[in-house]
């Protein structure tokens, strides 16, 4: 999900409203057991007893509710929504979302990444409570997120754990490889006509946390977190690593990327440190970020 | 015939000045020039002439770039300049050709719908080829058959619907053509919202920064289009009459109008192919062509091949520049500083020969 640059910064841009506004503070005050209530952007939102038939129709939600033992009670998910590998998976779209379709579930709660055309509103006159949990910009973030679903699905200890099992293991991967990758560049691909992600994105975070340095950094002057860098920049610039998030969607290769006009003589291609990284954990801000820091700890200690 | 090749003598209007001509060769050559040195990557200006020279064989020169400079130079930045031109002139062409052919000043290169067939062919390719085919070579292909898909259509339905007025019936079947294709192609986007991405910015155009090989692609069929409308640009001038003072002129009417057709199809087609849909360059290089040298389509075509390839290098340029290191998509650029140029031509012109 998430691969379009303009929505996503939309998105983020909400995210950091939604969880700036008050989430957290919400999450420190709410009471163990329910009725819960949350302080969101859009006002408080009240989920009155244990919800048992939830639906996500954000893909990262879905990741992160089965994470931390809500995926009994998920009884539907969107589309896009494609791990772990047992979800409900339905035609329900989270870019489109049809209020009617969302509500034949009979849902007690739903999650969204987006809001799109009042959705959260239709619902809520449906007396179904609505959680928005956009683009998270940074680690504490996507961390305030899985703790809010924790504590409106009941599993508040859960999130914790995982949460903290996510930061210790990033914790440990980072004091690794930090020395490592002092000095080296990046350069990650969302798409083979060069979108990149700035350290403005999540994504550029992970790179931030690692010591690297993001050749998108000095192309993002609009401050969106994806610029759209010249091959020209790309080549003269030389990068360390190159993370391919388009192996997916896009079919991108390190043996496409070599065959690329003058990309032969970047440093990456010639020392193979080219990673695919599945286009979804590179695209999402939810439990498999872990799984994100490993490959880039790999690759860094192949480099070294 | 003898005395149709007479008649379209007399009424043949102004031809090619050697001054206009001269000005669009040497606004091309300017552009070509400004390509080639300016770029985000600042190689200077002296070590760009070695290089240049040293490909030339000019005895004693030897290129003083680094071999990453030199890949830039000629692997990303030259190619990227040529397809410019390329894509500009083939949009020029064919949106004046239309202007021409269907007698409507509005008319551009995405009149009978080849632009929505060939977003309709790239999202299906983005969407359902399998992961090995989804490089970018499946891409264009797509594109292309969806545009030459969609124009067919346009053609059949116009001529289903209509016999006597053959040009009008013909813009409405593309307009509704185009819709039609626009609606699949939002449908199979919407279905697949994963890849909005990159259906959104191929939508949004750019020229690749992809090397020789989609010059290459390319090339044959903007020559080949090319040569076959400039080969009936005086036609064009007696079509713009009207088919029945052409057809009284013993002009086949609707044969040329149909070779003209497929002409300027194939060009656009094989330009949206590679580079998405860059508005813009087909209204504006042929209009402000009329308005600064006010001539017929015998001197009008030739003029907008030379000038609209100069006007879209220059937008590149300005696409690859102005934010350097990040891109600016080439269609924003072409309408933002496109339109404005297109509104002081308009005024400072307002009266005179359009």
């Known amino acids: 999900m998430l691969r379009f640059p303009l929505v996503a910064a939309a998105i983020a841009l909400a995210a950091l409203v939604v969880v700036g506004a008050g989430a957290p503070a919400g999450a420190r005050t709410a009471p163990k057991a329910f009725p819960v209530t949350i302080v969101t952007a859009e006002g408080k939102i009240t989920v009155a007893k244990r919800p048992l038939r939830v639906i996500s129709l954000s893909p990262t939600a879905t990741e992160s509710l089965f994470a931390i033992g809500a995926g009994p009670q998920v009884v539907a998910v969107d589309n896009q929504s494609?791990?772990?590998?047992?979800?409900?998976?339905?035609?329900?779209?989270?870019?489109?979302?049809?209020?009617?379709?969302?509500?034949?579930?009979?849902?007690?709660?739903?999650?969204?990444?987006?809001?799109?055309?009042?959705?959260?509103?239709?619902?809520?006159?449906?007396?179904?409570?609505?959680?928005?949990?956009?683009?998270?910009?940074?680690?504490?973030?996507?961390?305030?997120?899985?703790?809010?679903?924790g504590l409106v699905t009941g599993h508040v200890s859960n999130a914790a754990r995982v949460i903290t099992g996510m930061k210790t293991k990033i914790n440990r991967i980072v004091r690794a490889s930090r020395p490592k990758a002092g000095g080296l560049s990046v350069y990650h691909e969302l798409t083979p006509d060069l979108y990149s992600a700035s350290t403005k994105s999540f994504v550029g975070k992970v790179y931030e946390a690692l010591g690297l340095r993001n050749i998108a950094d000095s192309a993002d002057t609009a401050g969106t977190g994806y610029p759209q860098l010249s091959a020209e920049y790309v080549v003269s610039q030389s990068p360390d690593l190159i993370v391919l998030a388009d192996s997916v969607c896009c079919g991108q290769t390190a043996a496409t990327v070599a065959a690329r006009p003058g990309w032969d003589r970047i440093k990456a291609v010639r020392s193979g440190s080219i990673v695919r990284i599945d286009d979804s954990i590179a695209s999402r801000w939810g439990p498999r970020l872990v799984n994100f820091f490993r490959a880039l700890a790999s690759a860094l200690g192949r480099l070294s | 015939m003898e005395t149709a090749a007479a008649r379209v003598a007399y009424v043949r209007p102004r031809g090619l000045t050697p001054l206009w001509a001269g000005a669009a060769v040497a606004f091309l050559v300017g552009a070509l020039v400004i390509g080639v040195l300016v770029g985000p990557i600042d190689l200077g200006l002296g070590p760009i002439l070695e290089s240049v020279a040293a490909r030339l064989h000019v005895p004693g020169v030897s290129s003083s770039l680094s071999p990453t400079d030199n890949a830039i130079l000629w692997e990303i930045r030259m190619p990227r300049v040529v397809l410019g031109a390329l894509v500009g002139g083939m949009l020029a062409l064919s949106g004046a050709t239309y202007q021409g052919v269907f007698r409507n000043p509005l008319a551009d290169p995405y009149l009978l719908g080849v632009a929505a067939g060939a977003g309709l062919g790239a999202t299906l390719a983005i969407a359902y080829l399998?992961?090995?085919?989804?490089?970018?070579?499946?891409?264009?292909?797509?594109?292309?058959?969806?545009?030459?898909?969609?124009?067919?259509?346009?053609?059949?339905?116009?001529?289903?619907?209509?016999?006597?007025?053959?040009?009008?019936?013909?813009?409405?079947?593309?307009?509704?053509?185009?819709?039609?294709?626009?609606?699949?192609?939002?449908?199979?986007?919407?279905?697949?919202?994963?890849?909005?991405?990159?259906?959104?910015?191929?939508?949004?155009?750019?020229?690749?920064?992809?090397?020789?090989?989609?010059?290459?692609?390319?090339?044959?069929?903007?020559?080949?289009?090319?040569?076959?409308?400039?080969?009936?640009?005086?036609?064009?001038?007696?079509?713009?009459?009207?088919?029945?003072?052409?057809?009284?002129?013993?002009?086949?009417?609707?044969?040329?109008?149909?070779?003209?057709?497929?002409?300027?199809?194939?060009?656009?087609?094989?330009?949206?192919?590679?580079?998405?849909?860059?508005?813009?360059?087909?209204?504006?290089?042929?209009?402000?062509?009329?308005?600064?040298?006010?001539?017929?389509?015998?001197?009008?075509?030739?003029?907008?091949?030379?000038?609209?390839?100069?006007?879209?290098?220059?937008?590149?340029?300005?696409?690859?520049?102005?934010?350097?290191?990040?891109?600016?998509?080439?269609?924003?650029?072409?309408?933002?500083?496109?339109?404005?140029?297109?509104?002081?031509?308009?005024?400072?012109?307002?009266?005179?020969?359009?």
């Open chain 1, 82 to 149: 494609d791990y772990p590998k047992s979800v409900p998976k339905t035609s329900l779209s989270g870019y489109t979302p049809n209020v009617e379709a969302i509500a034949g579930y009979r849902p007690d709660l739903v999650v969204a990444a987006y809001d799109p055309k009042g959705l959260s509103a239709a619902l809520r006159k449906l007396g179904i409570p609505v959680v928005v949990q956009g683009a998270a910009s940074t680690f504490k973030g996507a961390y305030q997120q899985i703790r809010q679903l």
């Open chain 2, 130 to 354: 399998p992961e090995g085919l989804r490089g970018q070579q499946a891409l264009p292909v797509a594109a292309f058959l969806g545009g030459g898909a969609a124009v067919v259509l346009t053609y059949s339905v116009g001529r289903s619907a209509s016999r006597g007025r053959d040009a009008v019936t013909l813009v409405l079947a593309g307009v509704t053509v185009a819709s039609f294709f626009t609606a699949l192609q939002t449908f199979v986007q919407q279905e697949n919202a994963d890849t909005l991405q990159q259906v959104y910015t191929w939508i949004l155009g750019s020229i690749p920064s992809s090397g020789w090989s989609d010059v290459v692609l390319i090339l044959p069929y903007v020559t080949l289009a090319s040569a076959v409308i400039l080969a009936h640009r005086r036609v064009v001038d007696v079509l713009s009459l009207g088919d029945d003072e052409a057809r009284s002129l013993g002009v086949d009417v609707r044969r040329v109008r149909l070779v003209l057709v497929v002409a300027a199809t194939v060009g656009t087609a094989a330009a949206v192919a590679v580079c998405g849909l860059i508005g813009f360059v087909g209204i504006i290089v042929p209009h402000a062509i009329r308005m600064l040298a006010g001539t017929g389509y015998r001197a009008l075509l030739p003029l907008s091949v030379v000038a609209g390839a100069g006007f879209l290098v220059l937008a590149d340029v300005i696409a690859r520049t102005a934010l350097a290191p990040a891109e600016i998509p080439l269609g924003i650029v072409t309408a933002f500083f496109g339109a404005p140029f297109f509104a002081l031509v308009l005024r400072t012109t307002r009266g005179g020969a359009a």
